[in-house]
């Protein structure tokens, strides 16, 4: 299948035709793929309830179109390549026929358990192919996956299940994490004292831990595999049937679980892993991401499969053993193109050139960052020593709810500048909006990001909550979908993403909602009042700058600091742990009570000479007892 633009004068064309006609311009992407029933209708929308719908009334299964498809042309080629996170340990490859098979097996595994069509199911689970053939599994007999990190705590995984009401858990007994083991089982166990859905827990033996297996509850992987056909009917789904729901945080309240269908999502995922990664037969590409996020369902997963595309899936992390690991993974796998967070890149450039400069590299064809906006320091790095000054980096801004690339070049082919996410892609109507509404015309002018006809991959709900999607996305700005970010158009239309405009922060390329980690810090009983804040931070893009009311601090202040922390990762997990507690006597707030963040920002910043208008504080002496604690944050900022 090919589905790739290969010129830029082609991208201006088919970009062109696709706002113009986006009915005509989709069919035409959609008649690559395998359809059991045909669609009556491409496209079916309004913004306002919403309701959006792809492939109206067609019938399909995304692993007929993964893995089936490409049997009779590249079956023996290699579907997907595991990295351990020990280089020490064997890797592991996987044919399209070996794939297809191991899927089988297990989605008839999961029937035998008495999983059918519309039952979710959660994956808890370390980075090994176990967890790719299960994912596909689940699409097979048209259960609804749900993959929640394994950073994630008893609580959070607690919070999960209970929203997607799972039938099933699949885990491992443990992961590898760089020269650490985490154990998942106990995880699991302690989530599931909390909820009463899951009927099934499937574990995998991936660390030979020692395991507490409840009987009538659990099963071993291997066993439940044993014996099970490699021949299971791809069962048809509706194009708009639940494909998965995945979790991510907002502005307010609990995660929500986004909702991703199935045709849709199979069209555009495909369409833009080809495009923006100029993906060619043979390739060998490298998403760095974990599973547990939506790069790696669209660009781990989907996307690459469903392109007959050779993917590469890494347990590990990248400074272990040593920062060069990376690199020596791509040099063993001649990686042709290689997606990663600006995060993982800060983090490594701080060990100079030497471990890259070590390795080689010369199989590199396209570098792709995501997550979070890429500084230009970081950029150049990245394009002079990894990609040698001749791969072009292609800055890929999208999200959870977008199920795929938004704005992005296409390698080699589109301009690229420093920090900027660039062009629409085809199918894509970007617009800048002025607070009012006020479409934005002039260039280099902030506005926030929405977009104004629907593409094939969008959010269609917010699992059991359809308000909610209306009231975060739909709502801000009538007949529009709202990103939550903030972004600048060049006068050649490309776009650069400054941030978040509302209380989500992005730490090291994770997201999280600024009121579910307070409403963490809260859970601690001498707590009365938090409120958190984003910095700028080195390493990790922001760092979580936490202002903490709680009045029986006294000289223990860093014993107290341990135990919010102790709290937060027992309710979210550590990728929430604050960087800095500052206890206060009390917050900025207006007469009606709101906390102004706008000031706890600027202090969280360092900016504190230019703090703007504060003259609707109800007491703004609290200001001056603010500032002062945040001095001694001021070194090393
Ligand atoms: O703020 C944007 C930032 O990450 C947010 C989406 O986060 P999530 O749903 O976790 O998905 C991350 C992976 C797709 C966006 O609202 N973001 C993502 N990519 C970029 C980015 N910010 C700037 N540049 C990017 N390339």
């Given at each position: 299948?090919?589905?790739?633009?290969?010129?830029?004068?082609?991208?201006?064309?088919?970009?062109?035709?696709?706002?113009?006609?986006?009915?005509?311009?989709?069919?035409?992407?959609?008649?690559?793929?395998?359809?059991?029933?045909?669609?009556?209708?491409?496209?079916?929308?309004?913004?306002?309830?919403?309701?959006?719908?792809?492939?109206?009334?067609?019938?399909?299964?995304?692993?007929?179109?993964?893995?089936?498809?490409?049997?009779?042309?590249?079956?023996?080629?290699?579907?997907?390549?595991?990295?351990?996170?020990?280089?020490?340990?064997?890797?592991?490859?996987?044919?399209?026929?070996?794939?297809?098979?191991?899927?089988?097996?297990?989605?008839?595994?999961?029937?035998?358990?008495?999983?059918?069509?519309?039952?979710?199911?959660?994956?808890?689970?370390?980075?090994?192919?176990?967890?790719?053939?299960?994912?596909?599994?689940?699409?097979?007999?048209?259960?609804?996956?749900?993959?929640?990190?394994?950073?994630?705590?008893?609580?959070?995984l607690a919070d999960r299940?209970?929203?997607?009401?799972?039938?099933?858990?699949?885990?491992?007994?443990?992961?590898?994490?760089?020269?650490?083991?985490?154990?998942?089982?106990?995880?699991?166990?302690?989530?599931?004292?909390?909820?009463?859905?899951?009927?099934?827990?499937?574990?995998?033996?991936?660390?030979?831990?020692?395991?507490?297996?409840?009987?009538?509850?659990?099963?071993?992987?291997?066993?439940?595999?044993?014996?099970?056909?490699?021949?299971?009917?791809?069962?048809?789904?509706?194009?708009?049937?639940?494909?998965?729901?995945?979790?991510?945080?907002?502005?307010?309240?609990?995660?929500?679980?986004?909702?991703?269908?199935?045709?849709?999502?199979?069209?555009?995922?495909?369409?833009?892993?080809?495009?923006?990664?100029?993906?060619?037969?043979?390739?060998?590409?490298?998403?760095?991401?974990?599973?547990?996020?939506?790069?790696?369902?669209?660009?781990?997963?989907?996307?690459?499969?469903?392109?007959?595309?050779?993917?590469?899936?890494?347990?590990?992390?990248?400074?272990?053993?040593?920062?060069?690991?990376?690199?020596?993974?791509?040099?063993?796998?001649?990686?042709?193109?290689?997606?990663?967070?600006?995060?993982?890149?800060?983090?490594?450039?701080?060990?100079?050139?030497?471990?890259?400069?070590?390795?080689?590299?010369?199989?590199?064809?396209?570098?792709?960052?995501?997550?979070?906006?890429?500084?230009?320091?970081?950029?150049?790095?990245?394009?002079?020593?990894?990609?040698?000054?001749?791969?072009?980096?292609?800055?890929?801004?999208?999200?959870?709810?977008?199920?795929?690339?938004?704005?992005?070049?296409?390698?080699?082919?589109?301009?690229?500048?420093?920090?900027?996410?660039?062009?629409?892609?085809?199918?894509?109507?970007?617009?800048?909006?002025?607070?009012?509404?006020?479409?934005?015309?002039?260039?280099?002018?902030?506005?926030?990001?929405?977009?104004?006809?629907?593409?094939?991959?969008?959010?269609?709900?917010?699992?059991?909550?359809?308000?909610?999607?209306?009231?975060?996305?739909?709502?801000?700005?009538?007949?529009?979908?709202?990103?939550?970010?903030?972004?600048?158009?060049?006068?050649?239309?490309?776009?650069?993403?400054?941030?978040?405009?509302?209380?989500?922060?992005?730490?090291?390329?994770?997201?999280?909602?600024?009121?579910?980690?307070?409403?963490?810090?809260?859970?601690?009983?001498?707590?009365?009042?938090?409120?958190?804040?984003?910095?700028?931070?080195?390493?990790?893009?922001?760092?979580?700058?936490?202002?903490?009311?709680?009045?029986?601090?006294?000289?223990?202040?860093?014993?107290?600091?341990?135990?919010?922390?102790?709290?937060?990762s027992r309710e979210i997990?550590?990728?929430?742990?604050?960087?800095?507690?500052?206890?206060?006597?009390?917050?900025?707030?207006?007469?009606?009570?709101?906390?102004?963040?706008?000031i706890l920002r600027k202090?969280?910043?360092?900016?504190?000479?230019?703090?703007?208008?504060?003259?609707?504080?109800?007491?703004?002496?609290?200001?001056?007892?603010?500032?002062?604690?945040?001095?001694?944050?001021?070194?090393?900022?």
């Open positions: 299948m090919s589905l790739r633009i290969t010129s830029f004068e082609q991208y201006q064309e088919v970009y062109r035709q696709s706002v113009d006609d986006p009915d005509g311009f989709w069919d035409g992407v959609a008649r690559e793929f395998v359809w059991q029933r045909p669609y009556d209708e491409v496209c079916r929308w309004e913004f306002d309830t919403p309701d959006v719908k792809w492939f109206v009334g067609g019938q399909l299964n995304i692993t007929e179109n993964a893995l089936d498809r490409h049997i009779p042309t590249r079956g023996e080629e290699r579907a997907l390549l595991w990295e351990p996170n020990d280089p020490k340990v064997p890797s592991r490859t996987m044919t399209y026929r070996e794939l297809l098979a191991e899927t089988c097996r297990f989605a008839n595994a999961l029937k035998a358990l008495g999983v059918g069509k519309g039952d979710r199911v959660i994956l808890y689970m370390p980075m090994v192919p176990e967890m790719t053939v299960a994912v596909l599994a689940c699409a097979r007999i048209g259960a609804v996956h749900s993959v929640v990190f394994a950073g994630f705590s008893a609580k959070a299940i209970e929203d997607a009401q799972a039938k099933v858990v699949l885990t491992a007994d443990g992961l590898n994490r760089g020269a650490k083991q985490v154990l998942l089982k106990p995880i699991v166990d302690e989530a599931l004292a909390q909820v009463g859905c899951v009927q099934h827990v499937v574990v995998l033996r991936h660390l030979q831990a020692e395991v507490n297996m409840v009987m009538n509850r659990d099963c071993w992987w291997d066993h439940c595999v044993d014996g099970m056909p490699d021949h299971c009917h791809a069962v048809p789904m509706d194009s708009e049937d639940l494909l998965f729901i995945l979790y991510t945080s907002g502005s307010t309240g609990k995660p929500k679980g986004v909702v991703h269908t199935c045709g849709g999502y199979m069209v555009y995922t495909a369409y833009t892993f080809q495009n923006v990664f100029q993906y060619e037969p043979g390739d060998v590409y490298w998403c760095t991401a974990d599973l547990g996020w939506i790069t790696g369902h669209s660009y781990i997963v989907y996307g690459p499969l469903l392109s007959g595309a050779t993917t590469l899936m890494f347990e590990g992390i990248p400074t272990w053993p040593d920062a060069g690991r990376f690199w020596q993974v791509c040099q063993k796998w001649k990686v042709n193109q290689f997606y990663t967070a600006p995060t993982a890149i800060r983090s490594l450039m701080v060990s100079g050139t030497e471990p890259v400069l070590a390795c080689d590299l010369t199989s590199l064809k396209v570098l792709g960052s995501v997550g979070e906006p890429i500084n230009e320091e970081a950029w150049h790095w990245y394009h002079t020593h990894v990609g040698q000054g001749r791969c072009p980096v292609v800055d890929t801004w999208w999200q959870t709810e977008t199920g795929g690339i938004l704005l992005s070049g296409l390698g080699g082919l589109s301009p690229m500048k420093p920090a900027h996410a660039g062009l629409p892609l085809p199918g894509i109507q970007p617009v800048l909006l002025e607070s009012n509404g006020q479409e934005i015309v002039e260039s280099n002018t902030e506005g926030a990001l929405c977009i104004k006809h629907p593409w094939p991959s969008m959010i269609r709900t917010t699992y059991g909550d359809h308000k909610r999607c209306r009231e975060v996305y739909f709502s801000a700005f009538p007949g529009m979908y709202f990103t939550g970010d903030g972004a600048k158009r060049t006068a050649d239309g490309m776009f650069r993403i400054i941030g978040r405009v509302d209380d989500v922060i992005n730490v090291s390329g994770h997201r999280l909602g600024t009121a579910e980690i307070e409403d963490a810090i809260n859970a601690h009983p001498a707590v009365v009042e938090s409120a958190v804040v984003g910095f700028p931070h080195e390493v990790k893009g922001s760092g979580i700058h936490a202002f903490v009311i709680c009045p029986d601090v006294g000289r223990d202040e860093a014993d107290w600091q341990v135990e919010i922390v102790e709290v937060v997990g550590k990728i929430a742990k604050p960087d800095r507690i500052q206890f206060v006597p009390g917050l900025p707030k207006t007469r009606s009570g709101k906390i102004m963040r706008r202090v969280a910043e360092g900016q504190t000479g230019d703090l703007g208008d504060v003259s609707t504080l109800l007491d703004p002496s609290v200001v001056d007892a603010i500032i002062d604690g945040a001095d001694r944050f001021k070194t090393g900022r």
